[in-house]
């Protein structure tokens, strides 16, 4: 079982809101602007809409792939810590499969809208908890990767408060995943140089 939801989130993972975007506005997303293929790069080159679509994708394959694991596990009689294991299980490899994607040469995103679908799947309170606190410091210092940051403490928190131990390790390698993902990020911000989130919604599609 831990193989099937690892490969069932892998391969949702797989699945990026910006390659739909890319064919439809035919622009090459991943290597232009900070060359991601996220819903921030794509709001960047093409404007707020699309990149709220990208977002929304992305957000929505990440619930499916729980939700589908949740149908099966229950089916299968899994259920208590070791469904909540199997479902920390899959939204490691959803992110996973975001960043590393086969289909984009193992090359892609940094899986931002991604936990927030994982976060809404898991369990409403650490998603409230989490999605708040990824607006409040957003806001605050107009930097989404800060937000990010703090999203991803936050659900490091309500997880071992709400699930224990073992998925909250499943949490700390995903918050090593994205620290290193948003690396560069943090280098922009030191030299001044990364983009506002205001700045991002100026830009007309």
Not at 14 to 23: D, K, N
Not at 64 to 80: A, E
Request: glycine residues 8%.
């Amino acid at each position: 079982m831990y193989v099937l939801v690892s490969l069932i989130g892998y391969l949702i993972g797989c699945v990026h809101g910006s390659q739909v975007v890319s064919i439809y506005k035919k622009v090459d997303i991943k290597n232009k602007g900070v060359k991601n293929s996220g819903a921030s790069n794509t709001t960047i080159l093409l404007g707020w809409k699309y990149g709220i679509l990208v977002a929304l994708i992305d957000v929505f394959k990440a619930t499916l792939s729980i939700l589908l694991v949740l149908y099966i596990l229950n089916d299968q009689g899994i259920t208590g810590e070791t469904q909540t294991l199997l479902v920390y299980i899959n939204a490691l490899f959803i992110i996973l499969g975001h960043n590393y994607p086969v289909t984009m040469k193992f090359s892609g995103g940094k899986g931002t809208a991604s936990l927030v679908g994982v976060l809404l799947a898991i369990d409403w309170k650490v998603a409230v908890i989490g999605i708040g606190i990824l607006f409040l410091f957003t806001l605050t210092t107009d930097y989404l990767v800060v937000g990010v940051l703090f999203m991803y403490f936050s659900f490091l928190v309500t997880t071992y408060f709400f699930f224990g131990i073992e998925p909250t390790m499943v949490v700390v390698l995903l918050s090593i995943i994205s620290i290193m993902k948003h690396m560069e990020n943090y280098k922009r911000i030191l030299n001044k140089e990364e983009t506002k989130l205001s700045s991002m919604f100026k830009k007309e599609s």
